[in-house]
């Protein structure tokens, strides 16, 4: 049995450094070696994809929305606003 | 996008009706708006509103314990904006200004208040010792022939798991688990993933370095998506 080229990385490495790749910060050589440890191994693969699921999922959260009564009482403020141009 | 104005000299074959412009879509412009503002034009303010009170209220949220105090804050920031705009010389983005005003009042009212959640420092509680993304007992031992690799691997969530991350149970979880963060994580998670924005917009309203805002949203995101794991593996067991 051969070994897999893991890219020189353990997957305890690899879960600290899927931020840094999903940015795109990490350096050319080291994005390399990521990209070679996620060809050969799948867990890391399902892990990443996972943090993709999670990113995506906040992205979802619903919006917290401006309310009437504060609406009103902001348009009073604006429309008593002294204009001031120079 | 469309204007509901038309350009001078150019005549319409047609007499239509005029266009129904909903209340408040002045344009995506942000210098258009600034400048609408700033000749006091009521729908420039509240397309503001509409666009960025939701933001602004979530990341009150994250200074102030209750909800009043947040919307206290959120009033104020506008009031500033109002006081301000006049100076407002468009050398950041106004989204930058805006939040920056939030910030500076949210601080302000936390400290009098008495509530200030622990603040002192964002780049400090980057900077302090953490948690690993994935506990150590996940992983092989030294001594294992693949030391550092999966002991207790990941599980797929499934081929298309939307509907099951997009139930109301799971956002639900996912809320709770922001929640649960440090400050400093539920202010960068909140900015970048819920609200979408760029990490230089919020280093430059957090006044936080790349790295220390980098850091902060990995031990973030790694902490949801762990709560998340959790809750599948439960669900199958």
């Known amino acids: ?30 994005h390399r070696r990521f990209d070679q440890h996620l060809s050969v191994c799948d867990p890391c693969v399902i892990y990443l994809d996972q943090m993709r699921q999670t990113i995506a999922t906040i992205g979802k959260l619903p919006e917290e929305s401006i309310s009437q009564p504060v609406m009103d009482t902001l348009l009073q403020h604006f429309r008593g606003w002294p204009r001031e141009r120079t | 996008m469309l204007s509901p104005r038309t350009p001078p000299g150019v005549t319409t074959e047609l007499e239509l009706p005029p266009l129904a412009v909903p209340m408040a879509t002045l344009g995506d412009n942000e210098a258009e708006l600034v400048a609408a503002l700033k000749r006091r034009d009521e729908m420039a303010f509240v397309t503001l509103l509409q666009r960025y009170q939701g933001q602004l209220l979530r990341l009150a949220l994250v200074y102030c314990r209750t909800t009043e105090l947040a919307e206290e804050v959120v009033q104020d920031t506008w009031l500033g904006v109002i006081q301000g705009i006049d100076r407002f010389e468009g050398r950041s983005s106004f989204k930058t200004w805006l939040f920056q005003i939030l910030v500076n009042r949210a601080r302000t009212r936390a400290v009098r208040e008495g509530r200030m959640l622990s603040f002192s420092s964002l780049a400090e509680e980057a900077e ?110």
């Not at chain 2, 790349?210 to 973030?220: D, P, Y």
């Open chain 1, 1 to 30: 049995m051969t070994t897999p080229d893991l890219g020189g990385l353990t997957c305890k490495e690899v879960v600290e450094l899927v931020t840094d790749y999903l940015e795109g910060v990490l350096p050319v050589d080291m």
């Open chain 2, 128 to 237: 302090t010792q953490s948690e690993p993304a994935v506990p150590a007992d996940r992983f092989r031992a030294l001594d294992d022939l693949w030391p550092n690799n999966w002991a207790v691997p990941p599980h797929s969530w499934g081929e298309s798991p939307e509907a099951l991350l997009l139930g109301a149970e799971t956002m639900e979880l996912v809320q709770r688990a922001i929640a649960q963060l440090p400050p400093a994580q539920v202010q960068v998670i909140t900015l970048r993933d819920v609200e979408g924005w760029s990490s230089e917009e919020v280093c430059n309203v957090l006044e936080i370095s790349e790295t220390n805002q980098r850091v902060l949203l990995h031990r973030a995101r790694s902490r949801v998506r762990a709560a998340l794991e959790a809750h599948f593996e439960e669900r199958n067991r």
